[in-house]
């Protein structure tokens, strides 16, 4: 069992930056492929950017790519989200998720573990 808890979040012009973290409890971090996931008012849970569990491959979404950064660093138990060039499209509560097993990364019924979500909000 692993449980995550994101920070980060916050308000934050448009063309601007923000890191999110997620923190994660239990000692087989390093056994779960990492997931962010964000939602939107009146919108559906969409994938925005995955990494292995050794880090080694990284995932987007379209809209993300070139933009955001995701990282992981198995000694802390932490996943990263480093967001720059924030547009205002970007506004949601974010979430982190963790899936043991073979992965699916960009699909969200596949991760196991859920965080509570942060929200980020892009003003124009």
């Known amino acids: 069992q692993v449980q995550l808890v994101e920070s980060g979040g916050g308000l934050v012009q448009a063309g601007g930056s923000l890191r999110l973290s997620c923190a994660a409890s239990?000692?087989?971090?390093?056994?779960?492929?990492m997931g962010w996931f964000r939602q939107a008012p009146g919108k559906e849970r969409e994938f925005v950017a995955a990494?292995?569990?050794?880090?080694?491959?990284?995932y987007y979404a379209d809209s993300v790519k070139g933009r955001f950064t995701i990282s992981r660093d198995n000694a802390k138990n932490t996943v990263y989200l480093q967001m720059n060039s924030l547009k205002s499209e970007d506004t949601a509560v974010y979430y982190c998720?963790?899936?043991?097993?073979?992965?699916?990364?960009?699909?969200?019924?596949?991760?196991?573990?859920w965080g509570q979500g942060t929200q980020v909000t892009v003003s124009s």
């Open positions: 998720a963790a899936q043991s097993g073979f992965p699916h990364y960009r699909d969200y019924a596949w991760y196991d573990h």
């Open positions: 239990g000692r087989t971090f390093s056994s779960y492929a």
């Open positions: 990494i292995s569990r050794n880090g080694g491959s990284t």
